[in-house]
């Protein structure tokens, strides 16, 4: 560790870190040789990848596919307007050398798959998941178990957040619990809605993402006690924090009594993602352009939107409001002797409103909206505010 | 009485509910006084079989139900229990 030196211009940066007794220069050393992982820059990923980046982890990987949207800016504070519109990886990149030129940054424009998960986390030291759905979650435990690599974990759902420090190596040898030993498999899909759907208040990922970067510089430099086998929980709205321990389970797939995987699997599969629609029935549809014609030929025909109060305030096309959850109880608002478009917000929830018309109350005149509001808003009325 | 902590994801099933105070000397009774409250829940706590569901611990204080006793674990009048759902959310 010692070859590891620093310039005038790097001392002085990290000089509030080198006085502190149980960090000083040798904590910052072993961050400057260490490399961090980070999947996803999005919530979470922006905290994380300022603060290790500030803190000067010496090379920091940004996994991300995805583009900047105006929506993203209400939490995703690594970006700004000048960022919307451009690859999230690169405009990573580009704000954090601004941050800090004394680190590497590495690129990877592209998803975290099956495919190249192992290849891109051996290349790290630790890896933090700031990912945002269920089958990459177990894609990157999975893969930080196989490698033997420290998953650095927070996720969140509205106003609550989890965090916790996976497969860590202990002082034993052997290696700390990991999601699995947590959740061995995950909830159906459709029950915990992704912030895309369900919402996120914008700060919340903030304090999570700044609490798993704490974590992932407390595993580099040994400082303190980090959260192995213990998962954090904070409930924004009641000011709440728990903490809870997490045991080894035995029969975990991976690392417990009786390993039954040894390589990565289909997450998607793994998940429920896709099963389901495919087993469900079809319903009559029609896309954005031919209900504009139908508006503009004056074809009789009635528009009903399924979704809820608050979206209908965000942007609306003139449907009659009708909530799912209510359709079934709303019939004499919902005519038989005439078509019937129902929509929502990109064609899921209305399809679902169409079957159960169907199966209790015997509707034959229903029609789904395909790809929903954001389809209309994408081709016929770009004045709409997208959400 | 034993407090029940009830997570965001799991809210819509108990009419927002977060908090649900029951007399129960197990933590099975208090689930199922639960679920018995609110129907629509039963299905995401157990599985048809009647056991937990897999994305879903119960914590007595920071132990996991498995540490302890499982279901049967006793509650003493102040225990506060938790389910705990995985969440995924992050970006």
Known sequence: ?387 | MAQLIIPTPLRKFTDGQGIFTQEATTVKELLHALASQHPGLKPHLFEDSGNLRSFIRVYVGDEDIHALDGEDTALQPNDEVSIIPAIAGGV
């Open chain 1, 1 to 387: 560790m010692e070859q590891i030196q620093f310039s005038k211009e790097e001392l002085e940066r990290y000089s509030r870190h080198l006085i502190i007794p149980e960090f000083n220069i040798e904590g910052q050393r072993k961050l400057k040789a260490s490399s961090v992982l980070v999947i996803g820059s999005g919530g979470l990923g922006s905290p994380l990848l300022l603060y290790l980046a500030a803190a000067g982890v010496g090379r920091i990987g940004v996994v991300d596919f995805d583009t900047v949207d105006a929506s993203n800016l209400q939490r995703q504070v690594l970006f700004g307007i000048q960022s919307v519109g451009k690859s999230k990886a690169l405009a990573a990149k580009e704000r954090l050398a601004s941050l800090n030129p004394h680190i590497t940054i590495d690129v990877h424009n592209t998803k975290f798959t099956s495919a190249n998960a192992r290849d891109l986390v051996k290349q790290y030291d630790v890896v933090a998941d700031g990912t945002d759905n269920f089958p990459t979650r177990y894609l990157v435990n999975d893969a930080c178990v196989l490698e033997g690599k420290v998953n650095v974990y927070a996720s969140i759902y509205r106003f609550e957040g989890q965090a916790s420090v996976f497969n860590e190596l202990l002082a034993d040898g052997s290696r700390g619990p990991n999601y699995r030993d947590l959740f061995p498999s995950p909830p159906p899909p459709g029950l915990v809605p992704s912030c895309a759907e369900g919402g996120v208040i914008g700060v919340l990922p903030g304090i999570l993402g700044s609490l798993q970067a704490l974590e992932v510089i407390k595993v580099i430099t040994g400082v303190g006690d980090t959260l192995s086998g213990r998962l954090f929980l904070f409930d924004a709205t009641g000011f709440t924090t728990r903490t809870m321990k997490i045991r080894k389970d035995p029969r975990n797939p991976l690392n417990g009594e009786n390993p039954t995987q040894t390589q990565l699997i289909d997450y998607d599969q793994f998940c429920g993602i896709g099963v389901p629609a495919s087993q469900e029935r079809e319903v009559e549809a029609i896309d954005v352009h031919e209900l504009q014609s139908w508006r503009e030929s004056g074809k009789n025909h009635v528009l009903i939107d399924v979704r809820e109060p608050y979206e209908y305030g965000i942007a609306e096309m003139g449907g009659e409001l009708i909530p799912l959850a209510t359709v079934l109880e709303s019939t004499a608002r919902i005519p038989k002797d005439v078509p019937v478009v129902v929509q929502c917000r990109s064609g899921a929830r209305s399809a679902k409103a169409i079957r159960q018309l169907e199966d209790a109350h015997g509707y034959t005149n229903l029609i789904n909206l395909t790809g929903g509001i954001l389809a209309w808003q994408e081709h016929i009325d770009s004045s709409l505010a997208r959400y």
